[in-house]
T-cell receptor, first 111, second 109 residues
Framework: NAGVTQTPKFRVLKTGQSMTLLCAQD?????MYWYRQDPGMGLRLIHY???????AKGEVPDGYNVSRLKKQNFLLGLESAAPSQTSVYFC??????????FGPGTRLTVT | AQRVTQPEKLLSVFKGAPVELKCNYS??????LFWYVQYSRQRLQLLLR??SRESIKGFTADLNKGETSFHLKKPFAQEEDSAMYYC???????????FGTGTRLQVTL
Protein backbone atom coordinates (compact mmCIF):
# COMPACT_ATOMS: atom_id res chain seq x y z
CA ASN A 1 0.00 0.00 0.00
CA ALA A 2 1.32 3.41 -0.95
CA GLY A 3 -1.03 5.08 1.55
CA VAL A 4 -1.52 8.74 0.67
CA THR A 5 0.47 10.18 -2.21
CA GLN A 6 0.70 13.76 -3.43
CA THR A 7 1.73 15.19 -6.79
CA PRO A 8 3.84 17.25 -7.31
CA LYS A 9 6.35 17.44 -4.46
CA PHE A 10 7.51 20.96 -5.31
CA ARG A 11 6.17 23.74 -7.49
CA VAL A 12 7.01 27.35 -8.17
CA LEU A 13 4.28 29.56 -9.60
CA LYS A 14 4.11 33.15 -10.65
CA THR A 15 1.35 35.34 -9.28
CA GLY A 16 -1.84 34.78 -11.24
CA GLN A 17 -0.96 31.33 -12.54
CA SER A 18 -3.14 28.34 -11.84
CA MET A 19 -2.34 24.81 -10.80
CA THR A 20 -3.86 21.63 -9.43
CA LEU A 21 -2.48 19.48 -6.64
CA LEU A 22 -3.39 15.81 -6.75
CA CYS A 23 -3.92 13.62 -3.72
CA ALA A 24 -4.51 9.88 -4.03
CA GLN A 25 -5.17 7.25 -1.38
CA ASP A 26 -5.41 3.48 -1.69
CA UNK A 27 -7.00 2.72 1.68
CA UNK A 28 -10.60 3.05 0.53
CA UNK A 29 -11.11 5.92 2.97
CA UNK A 30 -14.30 7.97 2.80
CA UNK A 31 -12.91 11.19 4.24
CA MET A 32 -10.20 13.28 2.66
CA TYR A 33 -8.71 16.64 3.63
CA TRP A 34 -6.46 19.38 2.39
CA TYR A 35 -4.39 21.40 4.87
CA ARG A 36 -1.82 24.11 4.57
CA GLN A 37 1.10 24.35 6.98
CA ASP A 38 2.68 27.72 7.67
CA PRO A 39 5.41 28.57 10.19
CA GLY A 40 3.94 29.44 13.57
CA MET A 41 0.39 28.61 12.47
CA GLY A 42 0.29 24.84 12.48
CA LEU A 43 -1.96 23.03 10.04
CA ARG A 44 -5.14 24.71 8.89
CA LEU A 45 -7.94 22.91 7.08
CA ILE A 46 -8.68 24.27 3.61
CA HIS A 47 -11.38 21.92 2.30
CA TYR A 48 -12.52 18.42 3.03
CA UNK A 49 -14.69 15.70 1.58
CA UNK A 50 -16.88 13.09 3.24
CA UNK A 51 -17.23 10.96 0.14
CA UNK A 52 -17.10 10.76 -3.61
CA UNK A 53 -18.79 13.74 -5.21
CA UNK A 54 -18.91 15.81 -2.00
CA UNK A 55 -16.76 18.68 -0.78
CA ALA A 56 -17.02 21.21 2.02
CA LYS A 57 -15.16 24.29 3.20
CA GLY A 58 -12.71 24.22 6.04
CA GLU A 59 -11.13 27.01 8.01
CA VAL A 60 -9.27 28.78 5.18
CA PRO A 61 -11.03 27.99 1.87
CA ASP A 62 -10.67 31.32 0.06
CA GLY A 63 -8.65 31.15 -3.14
CA TYR A 64 -8.93 27.36 -3.41
CA ASN A 65 -11.30 24.93 -5.06
CA VAL A 66 -11.51 21.17 -4.73
CA SER A 67 -13.07 18.21 -6.45
CA ARG A 68 -13.61 14.57 -5.52
CA LEU A 69 -14.78 12.85 -8.66
CA LYS A 70 -13.35 9.51 -7.60
CA LYS A 71 -13.24 8.15 -4.08
CA GLN A 72 -9.49 7.68 -4.14
CA ASN A 73 -8.61 11.15 -5.46
CA PHE A 74 -8.96 14.63 -4.00
CA LEU A 75 -7.81 17.56 -6.11
CA LEU A 76 -6.92 21.01 -4.82
CA GLY A 77 -6.96 23.86 -7.34
CA LEU A 78 -5.56 27.35 -7.22
CA GLU A 79 -7.20 29.43 -9.95
CA SER A 80 -5.08 32.55 -9.58
CA ALA A 81 -2.12 32.02 -7.28
CA ALA A 82 -1.08 34.73 -4.83
CA PRO A 83 2.13 35.04 -2.75
CA SER A 84 0.00 34.47 0.38
CA GLN A 85 -0.58 30.94 -0.88
CA THR A 86 3.09 30.08 -0.54
CA SER A 87 2.95 27.17 1.88
CA VAL A 88 3.35 23.46 2.36
CA TYR A 89 0.17 21.62 1.45
CA PHE A 90 -0.76 18.33 3.06
CA CYS A 91 -3.45 15.92 2.04
CA UNK A 92 -4.86 13.41 4.50
CA UNK A 93 -7.46 10.68 4.53
CA UNK A 94 -9.45 8.96 7.23
CA UNK A 95 -11.63 5.94 7.55
CA UNK A 96 -13.82 5.00 10.47
CA UNK A 97 -11.16 5.12 13.17
CA UNK A 98 -10.63 8.89 13.52
CA UNK A 99 -6.91 8.64 12.70
CA UNK A 100 -5.86 10.74 9.74
CA UNK A 101 -3.17 9.45 7.38
CA PHE A 102 -1.07 12.14 5.78
CA GLY A 103 0.70 12.49 2.49
CA PRO A 104 4.30 13.69 2.18
CA GLY A 105 3.36 17.26 1.36
CA THR A 106 3.74 19.65 -1.57
CA ARG A 107 5.92 22.72 -1.18
CA LEU A 108 4.45 25.57 -3.21
CA THR A 109 6.15 28.91 -3.76
CA VAL A 110 4.30 31.77 -5.43
CA THR A 111 6.52 34.62 -6.62
CA ALA B 1 -14.59 28.28 17.79
CA GLN B 2 -12.65 25.39 19.22
CA ARG B 3 -9.01 26.17 19.77
CA VAL B 4 -5.90 24.19 20.58
CA THR B 5 -3.05 26.04 22.24
CA GLN B 6 0.54 24.91 22.34
CA PRO B 7 2.36 27.69 24.17
CA GLU B 8 5.93 26.65 23.35
CA LYS B 9 7.33 26.94 19.84
CA LEU B 10 10.57 25.25 20.85
CA LEU B 11 11.43 22.99 23.74
CA SER B 12 15.06 22.05 24.15
CA VAL B 13 16.03 19.31 26.63
CA PHE B 14 19.05 17.17 27.32
CA LYS B 15 19.04 13.47 26.56
CA GLY B 16 17.70 11.58 29.55
CA ALA B 17 15.77 14.55 30.90
CA PRO B 18 11.98 14.49 31.31
CA VAL B 19 9.86 16.02 28.61
CA GLU B 20 6.50 17.75 28.86
CA LEU B 21 4.88 19.28 25.80
CA LYS B 22 1.94 21.42 26.76
CA CYS B 23 -1.45 21.44 25.09
CA ASN B 24 -4.63 23.20 26.16
CA TYR B 25 -7.96 23.06 24.41
CA SER B 26 -11.20 24.98 24.51
CA UNK B 27 -14.18 22.68 24.47
CA UNK B 28 -16.86 22.14 27.06
CA UNK B 29 -17.91 18.62 26.11
CA UNK B 30 -16.04 15.32 25.88
CA UNK B 31 -13.12 16.00 23.55
CA UNK B 32 -11.34 13.62 21.24
CA LEU B 33 -7.69 14.61 21.45
CA PHE B 34 -4.60 13.48 19.62
CA TRP B 35 -0.87 14.02 19.41
CA TYR B 36 0.68 13.90 15.94
CA VAL B 37 4.41 13.91 15.28
CA GLN B 38 6.47 14.91 12.28
CA TYR B 39 10.06 13.66 12.23
CA SER B 40 12.56 15.32 9.94
CA ARG B 41 11.76 14.57 6.29
CA GLN B 42 8.87 12.31 7.22
CA ARG B 43 5.16 12.77 6.95
CA LEU B 44 2.92 13.69 9.84
CA GLN B 45 1.78 10.61 11.75
CA LEU B 46 -0.38 9.83 14.72
CA LEU B 47 1.55 9.37 17.95
CA LEU B 48 -1.28 8.71 20.35
CA ARG B 49 -4.90 9.50 21.13
CA UNK B 50 -6.45 9.96 24.50
CA UNK B 51 -9.19 7.37 24.07
CA SER B 52 -6.68 4.56 23.72
CA ARG B 53 -4.82 5.51 26.91
CA GLU B 54 -1.68 3.82 25.66
CA SER B 55 2.01 4.62 25.76
CA ILE B 56 3.75 4.99 22.42
CA LYS B 57 7.54 5.25 22.23
CA GLY B 58 7.50 5.99 25.96
CA PHE B 59 5.14 8.95 25.57
CA THR B 60 1.90 9.30 27.49
CA ALA B 61 -0.75 11.98 27.59
CA ASP B 62 -3.45 12.39 30.18
CA LEU B 63 -6.62 14.30 29.61
CA ASN B 64 -7.33 16.76 32.41
CA LYS B 65 -10.83 18.09 31.89
CA GLY B 66 -10.59 20.47 34.84
CA GLU B 67 -7.56 22.22 33.36
CA THR B 68 -8.64 21.47 29.75
CA SER B 69 -5.17 20.12 29.09
CA PHE B 70 -3.67 17.17 27.26
CA HIS B 71 0.05 17.46 27.92
CA LEU B 72 2.45 14.98 26.34
CA LYS B 73 5.05 13.50 28.65
CA LYS B 74 8.06 11.24 28.54
CA PRO B 75 10.26 10.49 31.54
CA PHE B 76 13.58 10.22 29.66
CA ALA B 77 14.11 12.00 26.36
CA GLN B 78 16.00 10.29 23.54
CA GLU B 79 17.73 11.88 20.56
CA GLU B 80 15.27 10.22 18.20
CA ASP B 81 12.43 12.09 19.90
CA SER B 82 13.56 15.31 18.22
CA ALA B 83 10.65 16.28 15.99
CA MET B 84 7.71 18.61 15.56
CA TYR B 85 4.75 17.72 17.77
CA TYR B 86 1.18 18.81 17.13
CA CYS B 87 -1.74 18.54 19.49
CA UNK B 88 -5.08 18.17 17.72
CA UNK B 89 -8.74 18.18 18.65
CA UNK B 90 -11.51 16.50 16.70
CA UNK B 91 -13.85 19.19 15.45
CA UNK B 92 -17.44 18.50 14.52
CA UNK B 93 -18.24 15.88 11.91
CA UNK B 94 -16.15 13.99 9.34
CA UNK B 95 -13.32 13.45 11.83
CA UNK B 96 -12.02 16.96 11.12
CA UNK B 97 -9.10 18.07 13.23
CA UNK B 98 -8.12 21.44 14.65
CA PHE B 99 -4.39 21.56 15.17
CA GLY B 100 -2.29 23.58 17.55
CA THR B 101 0.63 25.59 16.22
CA GLY B 102 3.10 22.86 17.10
CA THR B 103 6.12 22.53 19.38
CA ARG B 104 9.53 21.62 18.11
CA LEU B 105 11.28 19.29 20.53
CA GLN B 106 15.04 19.34 20.37
CA VAL B 107 16.90 16.70 22.36
CA THR B 108 20.59 17.40 22.77
CA LEU B 109 23.45 15.38 24.20
Amino acid sequence: NAGVTQTPKFRVLKTGQSMTLLCAQDMNHEYMYWYRQDPGMGLRLIHYSVGEGTTAKGEVPDGYNVSRLKKQNFLLGLESAAPSQTSVYFCASSGTGLEQYFGPGTRLTVT
Amino acid sequence: AQRVTQPEKLLSVFKGAPVELKCNYSYSGSPELFWYVQYSRQRLQLLLRHISRESIKGFTADLNKGETSFHLKKPFAQEEDSAMYYCAHETGTASKLTFGTGTRLQVTL
